[in-house]
C-alpha cells in the first residue's frame, strides 16, 4: 500500500480523498480534498505528490493526480474547480509545485500525461481549458509562472496528439508573464515544435497561436508579440523578439608607440696613421 503522513482539516465529504495513496505516497494533506472525489485516485499505484495544502477542493479536482506512477512537488492553493487537476502527471509524467495555479473548468487537465514533464506551475493556466493537453504524450514544459491566463492560452502547447511520447518531442523551455489572452500560446510548438522559451511575450488573443508548430524557434521569445494574432503561425523568430545583448564590444588595445632608447650610441674611429 501507499503511505499519506499528517492530515489536517482534509477529505471531508462523499469519497473525497477515495483511493488517496493507494499504492502512492503523499506527505501531508492540509486544508484540502474537501467535495466530491476532490482528490480522487491521488498518487495511486506508486505515483508520488508531496504536501496539498489549501488545494484540490472541488469536483474531481485532483483526479488521477500523479497516477501509475507520476510525480507532483506540491499543490498549493490550486486545483480549485471541476476536473481541474485531472489527469495530472498520469503514466509516468512529472509536475514541479503547483501554486496558484489550475483554476478554472479542466485548466490543467491531461497535464504531464503519458511522460510529459513540466517545472513548477505558480499564478498560471487559470481559465477555461487553460493548460488542457499541455506536455501530453511526451513533450516537455519548463517552469511557467504569471502565464497561460485566458480561455484556451495554453490549451496544447508542447503536445502531441500521438500516442507515442518517443516521437512527440515538443518543448518549450519556459513560459514566464506571457500568453495572456484567449487562445494566446495554444498550438505553440505543438507536435514536434521547440521554442526555447517565452518571456514577456505573446500577452494578447491568438498573439502565438501555433508559433514553432512542428518547426524550431531556437532563440527565446523576448518582449515581443504582444498585439493581437501578432506571431501567429511563425516558424522563426521575429527580429522584434531578439534579446538584446548584454556584452559589450571587444575592442582590441592600440599598441603604444616604441621610444627610442636614451644614452649615446657607441662608435669607434680608427685614427689615422701620419708621416
Known sequence: GGFIGEVSNSCLGNDACYSAA???NITAI????LGYKSCYHAAYDQGNIGIISSACNGNSSCHYAAARGGNIEDI???C???????????EGGTIGVIQDSCLGFKA????GHYDGTIGNVTSSCNGNYTCYYASTYGGSIGDVLHSCLGDGACERAAACDDDNPAQCGSNITEILYSCEGVNACNYAAYKGGLIAGIKNACNADSAC???G??????SEM????????ACANITTLPAECEKPSTTAPTVAPSKPPTRPKSGKSKRRFKRAKTG
Do not use: V, W
Open 213 to 218: 508548430r512542428n518547426s524550431t524557434i531556437s
Open 30 to 33: 492540509q486544508d484540502s480534498c
Open 76 to 78: 498549493l492553493d490550486s
Open 222 to 229: 523576448y518582449d515581443c508579440c504582444n498585439m493581437g494574432s
Open 80 to 90: 480549485l474547480g471541476d476536473s481541474a487537476c485531472s489527469y495530472a502527471a498520469e
Open 108 to 111: 490543467c487537465y491531461s497535464a
Open 209 to 211: 497561436y501555433a508559433a
Open 22 to 24: 493507494n499504492g502512492g
